[in-house]
């Protein structure tokens, strides 16, 4: 089976920088996700990675350590829409079957 | 701008009632997802489909729920009979397996079951 383990909440101050960790157990791991949802909307793709180290696009990162089972999402100068839930969700097993964490809530202060 | 579609988008029913969601991939997609999210379990992979066989519904309660293909651009879940547990948002995705990373999402059907 596949565990996975993020936080549930976090607050971070506009402008700042955020970090998201998640932590996963799987057998045949093939890719871990980032999606953004916000309230009372569909999930929406921010990241994919499937090799060792840091992808960048924009404001946000995602780094992995399949070694550790280890991903977090870096989201840089913070503004307030980027208030969300973050999942995270690991693909293994075979197949394009993605298992979600519970997601992160963050919320974005002034 | 290619979206994935569902309707409904919100349906309330008695418990008993047989419920069916409908979903639109976006064409040329061959991969369709239904995923289940509640407050409790967060979102959870019901079943899924590759070029309209399905592939795993290892998630999904069989002997209440069922999901089809008719064709390449119609996914159906149906619920039935309809239980007050079932209450949860719906989401359909798909994707194309030569980019299977990118799964996108439709807007959901809430569903309240009384």
């Known amino acids: 089976g596949q565990n996975i383990d993020q936080p549930t909440e976090m607050t971070a101050t506009e402008g700042a920088i955020v970090q998201i960790n998640c932590t996963y157990q799987?057998?045949?791991?093939?890719?871990l996700f980032w999606y953004q949802q916000h309230a009372g909307e569909a999930p929406t793709f921010l990241s994919y990675?499937?090799?060792?180290g840091l992808e960048e696009k924009g404001r946000f990162s995602s780094f992995l350590s399949r070694s550790k089972g280890y991903s977090y999402l870096l989201l840089k100068e913070l503004q307030m829409k980027d208030s969300a839930s973050y999942l995270c969700?690991?693909?293994?097993?075979?197949?394009?079957?993605?298992?979600f964490g519970t997601g992160t809530q963050l919320k974005v202060e002034l | 701008d290619a979206r994935v579609t569902q309707t409904p988008r919100d349906k309330v029913t008695e418990m008993g009632q047989e419920v069916t969601m409908r979903c639109q991939p976006i064409?040329?997609?061959?991969?369709v997802f239904w995923y289940r999210q509640t407050m409790m379990q967060g979102l959870e992979l019901l079943a899924y489909?590759?070029?309209?066989?399905?592939?795993?519904d290892s998630g999904m309660p069989k002997d209440r729920f069922s999901a089809e293909m008719p064709d390449a651009t119609l996914a159906t879940l149906k619920i039935q009979p309809s239980e007050p547990r079932d209450s949860a948002v719906y989401f359909c995705?798909?994707?194309?397996?030569?980019?299977?990373?990118?799964?996108?999402f439709g807007p959901g059907t809430r569903l309240t079951v009384t």
């Open positions: 990675n499937v090799l060792d």
């Open positions: 969700a690991v693909r293994g097993g075979g197949g394009n079957k993605l298992t």
């Open positions: 995705a798909s994707s194309n397996s030569g980019r299977a990373y990118e799964q996108y």
């Open positions: 489909f590759r070029n309209r066989a399905p592939l795993d």
């Open positions: 064409l040329g997609h061959n991969t």
């Open positions: 799987t057998s045949g791991f093939n890719g």
